[in-house]
């Protein structure tokens, strides 16, 4: 058989690297024969997709419209690299012993990458794949993923530090019976949060409409703006919920006035922006929704954005309570929190009692890693992946 055992491990433990980072890691290959090889190379490449079906009608040779379905993509490359780190495509041959072989490697992620990302309809992806080259035969490979957090420091964005106040009305009925208004709004000391932190918003309402609210919905949405290129331009806007809290019933008596703050807390997810990706936007927003009894009646609906960053604010002061202790993942060990290399820990001076952010895997979940048009011969790793992004706890501690 020959090869038993073939896989790449990382020396950071959450294999989470940022722009300009020097990577380093192993290739372990277990051997219950001996094996002729030319070498091991290692592949690694940073790339963003975009992929989604679109339905039209065409006009056919008879008149008559039918349904077509096409496929619209965008690519984008951002590096892409190949070197071998034992032997050379035009050496000698050479003869591997039964057994465990090590081998390290080490490459240096350019300066300005976007952040690892995954969806249905898009990905952001950095992969590093080991190739035993073998004369004569295909070659077997190995391939992991890997994740890169481009920073986002709340502290250089205006915008992020913005205390928020919003208001919407809304009357119920037409013409000559329309009801006194139903008033919401809410206030937020800032813009800008991070992972692990909760969104303390104080909401009001003032209903006079006479008709019951029966919940108020706070929601962290995640909103995301896909462009294709081929084979013709094409835009997708995907707008999810990463994190809602609610409240109600409301009564709707002549007139309630009802005040009370609520937390959200911000999972793991990736940073607002997508800086130096052309094909993926994100944004972030709270969306405030009444939600009406009586299907008749339309909910009242607005929202306000929000900005999701790497390194928090370090003029804001989170309150005193109730923060909880965020468990996105319970059970898995994987996530306890781990002092993170030295480079991806630019919060220290800015909270000094702050510990470090441990990388937790995104709320999203994961995806297939292996492309459709990969190896047969691709051996071994893990067959899905998700990217870990910076969580910190703000726990106060008694």
């Known amino acids: 058989m020959g090869l038993k055992d073939f896989k790449i491990h990382f020396d950071s433990p959450y294999a989470t690297y940022h722009p300009d980072q020097t990577v380093t890691g192993k290739v372990i290959l277990t051997l219950d ?3 002729k090889i030319k070498g091991i190379k290692i592949s690694v490449k940073g790339e963003a997709d975009t992929y989604w079906s679109t339905d039209r009608q065409e006009l056919n040779n008879e008149g008559r419209y039918i349904n077509e379905t096409d496929v619209v993509t965008a690519h984008e490359e951002y590096f892409k690299a190949q070197f071998y780190i034992l032997g050379s495509s035009s050496g000698e041959q050479i003869e591997l012993p039964s057994g465990t072989h090590t081998y390290p490697f080490n490459f240096v992620l350019p300066p300005s990458l976007p952040s690892s990302f995954e969806s249905d309809f898009g990905r952001i992806r950095y992969t590093t794949k080991a190739i035993l080259d073998r004369p004569w035969k295909f070659d077997q490979e190995t391939k992991v993923a890997f994740t890169v957090v481009s920073h ?3 502290n250089k964005d205006a915008k ?9 009305s809304k009357t119920f009925g037409c013409f000559c019976c329309v009801s006194p208004p139903l008033t919401v709004d809410i206030t937020l000391p800032v813009r800008g949060y991070v992972p692990g932190q909760s969104i303390p918003v104080k909401v009001n309402v003032e209903n006079q409409s006479g008709i019951q609210v029966d919940t108020i919905k706070l929601k962290l949405e995640k909103v995301v703006t896909y462009s294709a290129t081929t084979p013709r331009s094409d835009k997708k806007i995907v707008e999810t919920v990463v994190a809602e809290v609610s409240k109600g019933p409301i009564g709707g008596n002549a007139h309630t006035i009802v005040s009370y703050e609520q937390f959200i807390d911000v999972p793991p997810t990736p940073p607002s922006n997508l800086q130096n990706c052309g094909i993926i936007d994100l944004e972030y927003k709270l969306k405030i929704e009444a939600c009406m009894a009586g299907f008749y009646h339309r909910n009242l609906r607005d929202s306000t954005p ?3 960053g790497t390194v928090p604010l370090s003029s804001y002061q989170m309150p005193q309570a109730p923060i909880k202790q965020m468990d996105y993942n319970a059970g898995d060990a994987d996530n306890a929190p781990s ?8 919060q220290q001076g800015l909270y000094p009692d702050l510990a470090p ?3 937790e895997e995104s709320v999203s979940g994961t995806r297939p890693l292996r492309d459709g048009n990969e190896s047969e011969h691709l051996i071994g790793g893990e067959s899905r992946f998700a990217p870990r992004y910076p969580v910190y706890n703000f726990k106060v501690s008694p």
């Open 33 to 35: 024969a001996p094996k």
């Open 152 to 154: 986002f420091d709340l």
């Open 160 to 168: 992020a530090s913005e205390s928020v106040h919003l208001e919407k």
């Open 306 to 308: 929000i900005y999701i």
């Open 339 to 346: 002092a993170p290399p030295a480079e991806l820990s630019p």
């Open 357 to 359: 952010p441990s990388y």
